[in-house]
C-alpha cells in the first residue's frame, strides 16, 4: 500500500567540487539529480510510503540510480530497463557562488521513452495521492501523454492530484509549457508554482491575483512559493501568507522546492490544517537551503519537528 506515487526523469549527476569550468576539471563526483525522485525521498524520510517509477537504462547508470532511491526506502519495484536508449546524464559547472550552469545529456534518454502504456494502473491506485511534476510532460510527447494518463488513473481512483509545475525552459518553449501546465493544473487539487511560474501561467503579477487566477472558479488550493519569504495559500476558506524560516547560510538553493512539495504532500496527509502544513514544508525548504546536494538536507519528521521550535531554530 502506497500514500503517493510520483514519477518522471531521474539522471546521474557529475558535479564537480571545484569551482572551475568544466573544460578544466579532472574529477566528477557522481549522484544523482531527479525533481521527482527528490520529493519521493523527502516522503520517505518524512515516514511515509512513496512509489517512484521511471523508464531506465539497462546500463550501470540506471541500476546506480534505482539502488541508491530504494536505498531510501522509496518502492522503486515499478521501474522498467530498456536497452534502447541510456539513462540520461547531467552535469553542473559553478564558475561563482551564484553562476551555476547544467548541461543536460537526456535527449533521447530512457526516460523519454516513458509512454502512457508503462503505467500500472493496479500499482498507481493503491496511493492517496499523485505528485504531478511539469518536467516529465517536457520530455517527449510519449511522456506527456503518460501524465494525461496517469491524471486520469488518479480521478477514476479518487486520488488527490499534488501538481508542482517545476518549468524547465531547456527542455521546451515558454508557449507549450504554459498550455500543458493550464491543462495539468484545470486537474490539479493542490497547485505548488513559484511566484514565476504562477505569473508565467496566469498573466497576472501580484501573488494574491495570481492565486485567484489560478484557482478560477473551482475548489483547489493554490500555495505560491516565495523563496525566503515563505508562502502565500489560498483555498476557498483560508487566504494567508506563512512566513518562512530563517537561514543562517544559503549554501545549495537547489531542491528547496521540491522539499517544500514533500511538506505538502506529507501535511495533507497528516489532515492537518493548511497552514501548519505550510509552515512546515516552509521549514523544509529553509533546511535543503541551508545544506549541500539536493537529498541531503531532507529531514525525518522528528529533525524537521525540532527545527521549528524555538531551540531548534537558534542551534548551529
Ligand atoms: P527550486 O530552486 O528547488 O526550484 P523553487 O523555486 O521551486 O525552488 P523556492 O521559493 O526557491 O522554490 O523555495 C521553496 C521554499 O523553500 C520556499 O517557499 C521557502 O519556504 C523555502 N526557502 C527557499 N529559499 C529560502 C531562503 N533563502 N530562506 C528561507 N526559506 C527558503
Redesign the pocket.
Given at each position: 500500500k502506497l500514500d503517493v506515487f510520483t514519477f518522471g526523469e531521474t539522471m546521474v549527476l557529475f558535479q564537480p567540487e571545484q569551482m572551475l569550468s568544466l573544460e578544466y576539471v579532472h574529477q566528477f563526483p557522481k549522484r544523482i539529480g531527479g525533481a521527482e525522485s527528490n520529493v519521493a525521498i523527502g516522503l520517505s524520510r518524512l515516514g511515509h510510503s512513496v512509489g517512484w517509477f521511471s523508464k531506465l537504462g539497462d546500463d550501470p547508470f540506471g541500476r546506480y540510480i534505482q539502488k541508491y532511491i530504494r536505498g531510501e526506502d522509496v518502492d522503486t519495484s515499478s521501474c522498467l530497463f530498456t536497452d534502447k536508449a541510456p539513462t540520461g546524464l547531467l552535469f553542473k559547472e559553478q564558475l561563482s557562488p551564484d553562476d551555476v550552469n547544467v548541461y543536460y545529456y537526456r535527449k533521447g534518454s530512457a526516460a523519454s521513452l516513458i509512454g502512457p502504456d508503462d503505467l500500472n494502473e493496479e500499482y498507481i491506485a493503491q496511493a492517496k495521492i499523485l505528485h504531478i511534476s511539469g518536467i516529465t510532460p517536457a520530455l517527449s510527447d510519449s511522456s506527456y501523454q503518460a501524465v494525461m494518463k496517469a491524471i486520469e488513473i488518479a480521478k477514476k481512483n479518487d486520488m488527490k492530484i499534488v501538481f508542482?509545475p517545476?518549468l524547465r525552459l531547456k527542455l521546451w518553449s515558454v508557449e507549450r509549457a504554459r498550455e500543458v501546465f493550464i491543462e495539468i493544473a484545470a486537474s490539479a487539487d493542490i497547485i505548488l508554482p513559484?511566484?514565476d511560474e504562477g505569473q508565467m501561467m496566469t498573466g497576472e503579477t501580484e501573488v494574491e491575483k495570481v492565486a485567484e487566477a489560478l484557482m478560477g472558479d473551482a475548489d483547489k488550493t493554490i500555495i505560491i512559493?516565495?523563496?525566503?519569504?515563505?508562502?502565500y495559500v489560498h483555498s476557498k476558506n483560508e487566504k494567508a501568507y506563512v512566513e518562512?524560516?530563517?537561514?543562517k547560510q544559503?549554501v545549495d538553493?537547489?531542491?528547496?522546492?521540491?522539499?517544500?512539495a514533500a511538506g505538502i504532500i506529507s501535511g495533507i496527509l497528516r489532515n492537518e490544517p493548511l497552514q501548519t502544513v505550510v509552515r512546515r514544508?516552509?521549514?523544509?525548504?529553509?533546511m535543503?537551503?541551508g545544506t549541500s546536494g539536493d537529498v541531503e538536507g531532507l529531514p525525518t519528521f522528528k529533525a524537521v519537528e525540532q527545527f521549528m521550535t524555538p531551540t531548534g531554530e537558534a542551534r548551529d
Open positions: 508542482d517545476n513559484g511566484l512559493k516565495l523563496g525566503s519569504k515563505g508562502a518562512g524560516f530563517p537561514v544559503i538553493p537547489v531542491g528547496a522546492g521540491d522539499g517544500f514544508a516552509n521549514a523544509i525548504g529553509a535543503v537551503v
